[in-house]
């Protein structure tokens, strides 16, 4: 059986990347030397950011997120405006555009003002690198994936800088916690991409999902403690709910977004929602074989394909989100450079001999199912015998408490009624 | 570098306006980096000097006044204020009367405690969950009280001598579909929390109140039991015929936060063990002794104290013969639990406090009066 479609023609929509490169080479004809890359900046940013990225932050990250926790609330999430509530993000960011930004008179008004815009900037950066499909990728270069962690660190200025200008002691707070922890949570994070990196031997986004493609298994398997460590220490950049300690709503009002308002505040809400999507496509980039699956990109577009995948593992920060307590800013400091670390060294170690190994046998497909299946072991086997090396225990007190008939005095630990 | 970093401590106000101040209470702290160095308690912000209005009222239009201090318990409060007052001139209240009191307190307790474990998660950090499905199971609750009183939130339903109206037909059913359905949602909330290894970081050792402690600061409730010592004032001098019903003190070990969540969840399986009791032997008969509108008690004093959602609630009156009481004052829970605030949060983290402050489960209206 052969896919409906099986030209690379312009028309051909499984890979729009088609399309636009008959646009360009069209315009290259006629437009003066130059000018077509300009174009081709334009035509990728309007593509990936104003056609996938800006409606799946409203009608997903906004819309879709309170609805699903609206659910695992037991109640209903938005559904007055439009149907279903679905113009509830629209009616959300005209209220917030309308709304007067305010500035505290002792604020350093130059700081507040750029943090929100220098916020925005690498969100829209991040979709240049990642695949959409074959040919759907803005900038195809060979070190895009440290490209994009490179890129995605840069909030963290941003972040700081607004929680220093607004001269708030709750800003400042949620500053000094940011940037205590950006180290903490990053390093781990880039040990756990090392060891895909290691597998693919290639630090190319597209190598990435061509490699998953060509061995038709997904770097998930291969690497499944990567992935567990990548996307807990991704929360932690993300300000997502079991790590959001830098903007705690209970603890600090709201970090370093306390003094912020109107527009500004909403392009710092709209943008974390930017930045989780786009840490889930670069998830599903890297581990879950991006827009291929297994063969399906052969009938239907790899962009929907892509689109379906990121949608659904953003779908778990929502999960957590609605599921999850905060951990204190020191706990997840000592669990990422304790835990995660230390983990992320031995994962490395492990997949590092494997592809030794696997070189020696000239890459034989076989292998690396067998290596999928010794790593998913190995994972398990790691995280517990390490956890169990450091001294923790699974609780063993009864989460229950002592009952006693009769009133008395203080009744001792030891001694059980 | 050249030279050192200079750093000082700094003043934060926690509140009055704070998200988990639980209304308007302030805590000043004192921080050096994340660490809380100095914790001062700042208060009366709601003082709305309830204890004086009283006593230019008569004593059944105190009643009322008793709804609003303890917001989230009224049922309790009222018949705190209604046993003072029955002490004071010696009025007895028919057995039916006294079974309905026990089954509406009970019930208030159980919403008391949806309301304080869930903001107490909510402190922690888990987003809205914990609460909203608390909110889910005390809302059967309040349809309940507003069946059988009228109002879901200042009931107003306790009287001298007794209860306000009899229970309506419909009052049974819905009882018995909240004991049917409120031991699922405990469990629920158990394997949500309890076992949870976020939750149990985060509260677990912190906010440690030893028993001496507990017992100098003259605390009670949920907060003394937390630190393993058996009191309940239910037991220990018991009224509105408590000593009938069977059921169990719970205590904690090490009294941290983590206890006195676990403590409340475990009140709530006695709550509706007691209330099942009630509603199974209810006794027939009159549910209030007719008492005069304008009551003159003898002169004298009395002191009468509950086992309150959070703790021993006493109200003190003194009688002069008028038809108003001469003094009344308000034993408020919430104020003395608070006391330990200090102890519990100088040498945590910010993020620490606002636990400590969820675990103590304070009501302001209380606090302020």
Not at chain 1, 46 to 68: D, H, K, M, N, T
Not at chain 1, 73 to 95: E, H, M, T, W, Y
Not at chain 1, 165 to 190: C, Q, T
Request: glycine content about 8%; overall charge negative; proline content about 6%.
């Amino acid at each position: 059986m052969t896919p409906f479609l099986v030209s690379d023609k312009w028309y051909d929509i499984r890979d729009l990347g088609n399309l636009s490169r008959a646009i360009l080479e069209a315009a290259d004809r006629i437009l003066p030397f130059g000018v077509v890359y300009v174009l081709a900046a334009v035509l990728g940013f309007v593509a990936s950011f104003l056609l996938f990225v800006l409606p799946s932050q409203l009608f997903v990250g906004v819309y879709g997120e309170r609805r699903i926790i609206g659910r695992m609330q037991s109640r209903l999430g938005p559904n007055r405006v439009g149907p279903f509530g679905l113009l509830q993000p629209i009616a959300d960011a005209i209220k917030l555009i309308q709304k007067e930004a305010l500035t505290p008179t002792q604020a350093d008004r130059a700081v507040m003002y750029v943090a929100p815009i220098i916020f925005v900037m690498p969100a829209v950066l991040l979709w240049a690198v990642i695949p959409f499909g074959e040919n759907m990728v803005i900038a195809d270069i060979p070190v895009s994936l440290l490209y994009f962690l490179a890129v995605s660190s840069l909030p963290v200025i941003a972040t700081f800088m607004a929680g220093w200008s607004a001269n708030n002691k709750y800003s400042l707070f949620g500053a000094m916690r940011i940037v205590s922890m950006a180290i903490s949570y990053e390093s781990p994070l880039v040990l756990a991409l090392l060891g895909a990196v290691v597998v693919t031997g290639t630090i190319s986004l597209s190598g990435m999902v061509a490699w998953a493609d060509e061995f038709n298994i997904w770097m998930a398997f291969v690497q499944p403690l990567a992935l567990v460590i990548y996307f807990i220490c991704v929360s932690a950049e993300l300000n997502r709910t079991p790590v959001d300690i830098a903007e705690a709503e209970s603890e600090i009002v709201a970090g370093y977004l306390t003094e912020y308002s109107g527009m500004k505040w909403g392009l710092f809400y709209g943008m974390d929602i930017g930045y989780a999507l786009a840490a889930s496509g670069f998830a599903v980039t890297v581990f879950l074989g991006g827009w291929t699956f297994f063969g399906l990109e052969q009938w239907v577009p790899g962009w929907l394909i892509f689109i379906a995948k990121t949608h659904l593992f953003y779908f778990l920060f929502i999960w957590t989100r609605g599921t999850l307590p905060r951990l204190r800013a020191d706990q997840l400091m000592a669990f990422a450079w304790k835990f995660l670390l230390p983990l992320g060294v031995f994962n490395l170690l492990i997949v590092s001999t494997e592809r030794m190994l696997w070189a020696e046998q000239d890459y034989a497909k076989g292998l690396i199912y067998l290596f999928a299946l010794i790593n998913i072991v190995l994972s398990g086997a790691l995280v517990y015998a390490w956890a169990r090396f450091n001294g923790y225990r699974p609780e063993r007190t009864p989460t229950r408490p002592r009952l006693v008939k009769q009133v008395g005095g203080y009744i001792p630990i030891e001694e059980r009624p | 570098m050249s030279g050192i970093i200079k750093s000082e401590p700094f003043v934060i106000n926690i509140g009055p306006q704070h998200p988990s101040t639980h209304g308007v209470f302030r805590i000043k702290a004192t921080v050096d980096g994340e660490k809380v160095i100095d914790a001062e308690m700042v208060m009366g912000y709601l003082h709305r000097s309830m204890e004086k209005l009283a006593e230019e009222r008569t004593y059944t239009q105190n009643i009322p006044f008793t709804d609003r201090t303890d917001y989230l318990s009224s049922m309790s409060n009222n018949l705190g204020y209604c046993l003072a007052v029955e002490k004071l001139a010696g009025i007895e209240v028919p057995p039916r009367g006294n079974a309905i009191r026990v089954i509406m307190a009970e019930l208030q307790r159980l919403a008391s405690h949806c309301m304080a474990v869930g903001a107490f998660a909510n402190d922690t950090g888990a987003w809205q969950t914990p609460v909203m499905w608390a909110f889910r199971e005390r809302e059967k609750i309040l349809d309940i009280f507003e069946v059988t009183s009228g109002a879901r939130l200042t009931c107003n339903y306790m009287r001298i001598g007794g209860v306000a109206f009899d229970l309506r037909p419909e009052f049974e059913p819905m009882v018995r579909r909240v004991l049917r359905e409120f031991p699922p949602f405990i469990d629920e909330m158990e394997g949500l929390l309890s076992g949870n290894e976020i939750f149990i970081a985060r509260t677990r050792g912190v906010g440690v109140l030893s028993p001496e402690m507990a017992i100098n600061s003259s605390l009670s409730g949920p907060m003394l039991r937390g630190s393993g010592i058996a009191w309940d004032i239910r037991k220990a001098d018991p009224y509105c015929g408590y000593e009938q019903y069977d059921f169990d003190i719970p205590i904690g070990y090490n009294g941290d936060s983590y206890d006195r969540f676990i403590v409340r969840l475990e009140e709530m399986r006695q709550s509706l063990k007691i209330i099942q009791q009630a509603l199974d032997g209810l006794p027939g008969g009159p549910f209030r002794t007719e008492v005069p509108l304008a009551l003159r008690p003898p002169k004298g004093e009395a002191y009468a104290r509950i086992e309150s959602p959070r703790g021993e609630l006493g109200y003190y009156l003194v009688s002069d013969e008028s038809p108003a009481p001469y003094r009344f004052h308000i034993r408020p829970p919430s104020f003395i639990n608070l006391s330990a605030l200090k102890e519990m949060t100088v040498g945590g983290t910010v993020a620490d406090a606002i636990v400590v402050l969820g675990s103590i489960d304070i009501v302001v209206g209380e606090i302020d009066r």
